[in-house]
């Protein structure tokens, strides 16, 4: 897998495949059950979160695959995230998230979203009352002593907005290596992009076709006539098109698919080459923010507005 990274800023390395542990069922021995066929298939990068419950599942896996000799840790990239209220205290909630994995270090650790929530709020869609005022500078600062005493190997953010980027730099002393995002053929976030490569950070796509499966996301990427028009070209699938359009980006894209099927559909992508024309005619498509953007906005209570002004950002 080594021919398929990216250098971050920090001179460390990513994965341009990463694969994403969020399930709505949670249930751990198929988390389990998927990371474990999905290194077998190269699979190097494995994103988790605390919010996502899935920490304890994917530290079972890669520890039982390390011990049975399928793969060494230094070649595995263990990426979480600081949920959203534990911003007062970063560093305790990275020890936390490395005691469910039982890992020693973590290679990535990131701002989940831009936003602070009251401490005991531990689920995903947060009521009005939940959110309290955000201090980044403080957050960050925490972040960077994560990485002084070594508990993770690189930070990041993700769901950060070209402006709130340029916030958290104005105090930064370590820049942000990553900057996880929704992104695909529909929402291309050009601007985003645009801002990160000016300050070197790394652009992640989650979501990288749309989100199928999840209660805000949809199939309408790889439906799409002329998604699916260049993959009958090239003999591939709509997936793999989408995921190849990502790649082309300078991007690396978090695919969550559990479907031995799907899980190496979507590794084919990194041998999908598309041409000149493929881009000119992917960016012709509409842009739609059809995910979270999409889907918190067409629900109109407070907590779900409070959540939308991040994606009016300019994201």
Not at 168 to 189: G, K, S
Not at 247 to 267: A, H, P, T, Y
Not at 290 to 304: A, K, Q, V
């Amino acid at each position: 897998m080594r021919n398929y990274q990216t250098i971050l800023n920090n001179g460390e390395t990513l994965p341009i495949i990463g694969m994403g542990t969020y399930s709505g069922e949670n249930d751990r021995e198929t988390t389990e059950t998927a990371i474990r066929t999905a290194i077998k298939m190269g699979y190097r990068h494995f994103d988790t979160a605390k919010i996502y419950g899935s920490e304890v599942a994917v530290g079972n896996a890669l520890r039982r695959a390390i011990h049975d000799g399928l793969v060494e840790r230094e070649d595995i990239h263990v990426t979480s995230k600081l949920w959203s209220s534990d911003h007062h205290d970063p560093v305790t909630a990275l020890q936390q998230t490395l005691q469910r994995l039982g890992m020693e270090y973590i290679d990535m650790y990131l701002v989940h979203w831009p936003v602070a929530l009251k401490p005991w709020v531990d689920y995903p869609i947060p009521a009005e009352e939940d959110f309290e005022e955000l201090d980044m500078e403080n957050t960050w600062s925490g972040m960077e002593r994560c990485l002084e005493m070594g508990l993770c190997r690189s930070i990041g953010i993700s769901n950060f907005s070209s402006t709130k980027i340029q916030h958290i730099l104005d105090f930064a002393c370590v820049t942000p290596v990553v900057n996880q995002v929704e992104m695909h053929p529909m929402w291309r976030q050009r601007k985003l992009r645009s801002i990160c490569r000016e300050y070197g950070i790394h652009v992640s796509a989650y979501s990288p076709l749309g989100g199928p499966g999840n209660a805000w996301g949809t199939t309408t990427v790889v439906d799409h006539p002329i998604i699916q028009s260049i993959a009958q070209k090239h003999d591939a699938t709509p997936a793999q098109v989408a995921l190849s359009w990502g790649l082309c980006q300078g991007s690396s894209v978090i695919v969550k698919s559990f479907n031995m099927r799907r899980m190496k559909e979507n590794m084919g992508s990194l041998h999908l080459k598309l041409d000149e024309w493929d881009l000119i005619d992917i960016n012709k498509i509409e842009e739609r923010k059809i995910m979270r953007g999409e889907w918190l906005s067409n629900h109109t209570t407070s907590p779900y507005r409070t959540i939308q002004e991040l994606w009016d950002d300019e994201i």
